[in-house]
């Protein structure tokens, strides 16, 4: 098999809150084309890690590259898709404006978005099954159709890797099977997805690699070698039952 690029490296990473350490000298590396769950309970830093990477929160020590090179300089190849509950969606925007501000990075600070801009935003959003909803203000959209705008937008970056924070939290099953379909097309495609994921009966069905957190890494690999009792005992702190072997 070839041996795949490294879309993320961390090394020896620390990162603090008021001089309270949440995540501690985490070492990690994703091979590009992966489809990794970030498990590990709450508050273990599983977004903190996200927003590390992204250079939303600065570290106080160690270092993360994005394909071997600073993320500064590879913004252009990352999408970021938050957790629901940090957005402000009374902001006054419909859910195709939203996507098309995904657009923006490749138009730099003066240009507008045009055509192709608009017609990419429209594709994106009829991916998604939003496109009905284009001229819908964001806060008038329940939560799962909130989810899917964002997740058009990060279609319309075009990027090779997509962050997500938790983007299965309060969606129906519906929106829930819908999301993960886009997300297994963009892997075929070659794309690298990191998602933050609280379920963990559904980690063997959607994903192939997972990395366990709790403050530090307790294992990262493939779901097929690491996905097992012995690691999720050792990340939530209780015997886990893993369905797996079911
Ligand atoms: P997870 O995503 O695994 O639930 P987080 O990364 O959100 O965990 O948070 C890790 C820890 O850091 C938690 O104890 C949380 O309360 C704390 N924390 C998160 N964000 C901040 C912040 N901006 N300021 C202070 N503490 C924070």
Request: charged share 25%.
């Amino acid at each position: 098999m070839k041996e795949n690029k490294i879309a993320i490296r961390v090394d020896d990473l620390t990162v603090a809150y008021n001089y309270k350490p949440v995540l501690w000298d985490i070492d990690l590396k994703v091979p590009e084309g992966v489809m990794m769950a970030i498990v590990g309970p709450n508050g273990a830093g599983k977004s903190t890690l996200i927003k590390s990477i992204l250079g939303i929160v600065k570290p106080i020590a160690g270092s993360v590259s994005v394909f071997e090179k600073p993320y500064k300089k590879q913004r252009k190849l990352v999408a970021y898709v938050p957790q629901k509950g940090s957005v402000d969606w009374d902001f006054p925007t419909t859910a195709k404006d939203v996507v098309l501000m995904g657009t923006y990075g490749h138009l730099g600070w003066v240009k507008r978005p045009g055509l192709k801009e608009k017609k990419a935003a429209l594709e994106a959003l009829e991916k998604v099954g939003m496109l009905p909803f284009k001229d819908r203000q964001i806060s008038q959209l329940s939560g799962g159709q909130q989810q899917r705008v964002f997740l058009a937008r990060a279609l319309v970056q075009d990027a090779s890797i997509y962050f997500m924070d938790e983007p299965f939290q309060g969606v129906d099953a519906t929106t829930e099977i819908a999301i993960i379909n886009i997300l297994k097309e963009l892997r075929k495609t070659g794309k690298t997805l990191i998602v933050v994921h609280h379920d963990l009966q559904t980690v063997p069905e959607y994903f192939d690699w997972v990395t366990f957190v709790n403050v530090k890494k307790i294992a990262t690999g493939p779901v097929k070698d690491v996905f097992n009792d012995d690691n999720l005992t050792k990340t939530y702190g209780i015997n886990y039952k893993v369905a797996v072997n079911k």
